[in-house]
């Protein structure tokens, strides 16, 4: 009997549940879960899934856990899908799942800047990074509906102690699962050009749906002043970026308004939390290139605002 | 008999009542009313207002009208104390009301500029230009709360085919009228500063506490970044100010910190009328300090990305 490659999904909210969906049809896999808030409604009910791509499904993983430590061994993969809050502190977390130089780390969350902790925690491991263009939503708990975007971009994060066959390897490993549970992939060989143009993408959209309440479309028909405005905030994200190492073109921000008004208007994850009064990303999806930009000499005016406006927003939630 | 002063007031919200209030117990005055939202409740019941400063009372105006056009006669002073929302279409509005050359125009409201559309419209009448710091609400239609604060600044809008003893006597005549009703004001040479000052004041108090729904001390530290911005918008207004001639000091923006901490904390108007769906000053506030810079090349980057985030909000209104 082939041995099952036993992987660990850490953080089962939307786009968690979708990747647990995936995984969880991959004959190959043995899927443990860590959950939070819908704990209880999973490990009674399994998740059920609706998807315009997929149909409807429903799905029981091997074990539902509070914490990985509950766990009591170790992962071929661990799977981070967590909401991007408090990124220092899981590298911590997952210490009793991770065995030196074993256990390959994937990282599907929003950010850039997100590898950095786990490499410095786990040096000698491998480190897959995602960049994510699914679309879903957590109705109630364990309750998930995923929308027609499907999409992901993965690629190694280099270790300097790791050996690149081994990363390799691990990325064949890895997509072979999604390959097998029926999700779309693309390999790149440099994802942190993937990460910050998603980056560009999400402090767009997140800060200007939240910090004015209204969708995609609504916001870049308000006033003459809004689109020429995006397109400013993203090219100051662009900038630093590219100082940062990453090519990335200006042509982005002409592309990335083309792509949402291609789509149905749409609010934003973050619009999402601050209306339900939870926490949001406002650390790693704005603070990052606040900091990066700083660094690196490039000015970031009006990022600098919005970040600083959503702090302000945020510490309502804490 | 003594012939008694005939004063319309134009707007009847919370301010607006405690200027009708003053100047209603003022016995040499007639005063009307123009009422809109509360135009039934102030006919039938007049305004009922309480105040820390002045105790509880019941007034009613000698006449409430749904327009300037109603009065049927001309007025020795035009008070406006409406909201500053359609700024270019009150003159054409007052027209049935003003007498050229003799009826004195006195505007209560908040930004600047606002004397030019009057000025144009009225080349031979004496303008008086106030800025008030009178804190008041209107709980429900002719409820009126006004809070401690009670200062007026008023001055001359001097006209240049006015004749400057006429503005200087009309001036005296008006403050009288205030004088017998029992409110304190100062009379300001140069009433741009305190218009200006007050804008300073009123783009950072409005702005910040209506797109992040904090009030003004939960706002100042809700991070470490949030007072450096908030000096750096000041800032901004201050240089608009100054480059369009009005001798403002950089001092300003650590004076109505200071101010503002030794004050309980507050939202702001603005905030209110977001609250309520209510469509609010954003053009007059942050919109013409933003066209003035641009106009005398003075860069407000700050200022530019919170009025074009306000202009957002304020769509979400019309």
Redesign the interface.
Known sequence: MEKKTNVLLYGLGAIGSFYAFIMARAKPVRLSVVARSNYDAVKKNGVKITSMNHGTHHFAPFQVLKTPAEAGEKFDFVVLANKAIDVTSVPERIAPVVEEGKTTIVLIQNGVGNEDPFRKAYPNNVILSCVTWVGAVQHSPGVVEHKASEHTHIGIFPGPQVDAALEKAKLKEFTDIWQEGGTPFTIQDNIQIQRWEKVVWNVAWNA?TT????DTH??LS??D??TP?TKTLMQEVISVGRAAGVPLEDSLTDSLIERILAMPTIGSSMQVDCKRGRVMEVDIILGTPVRKGKELGIPT??L??????L???N??MQ
């Open positions: 200007l910090l004015t309440m209204l609504s916001w308000s006033s002043r809004s405005m005016p009006t600098d605002v919005l970040y600083t406006l702090l302000a927003v510490s309502r």
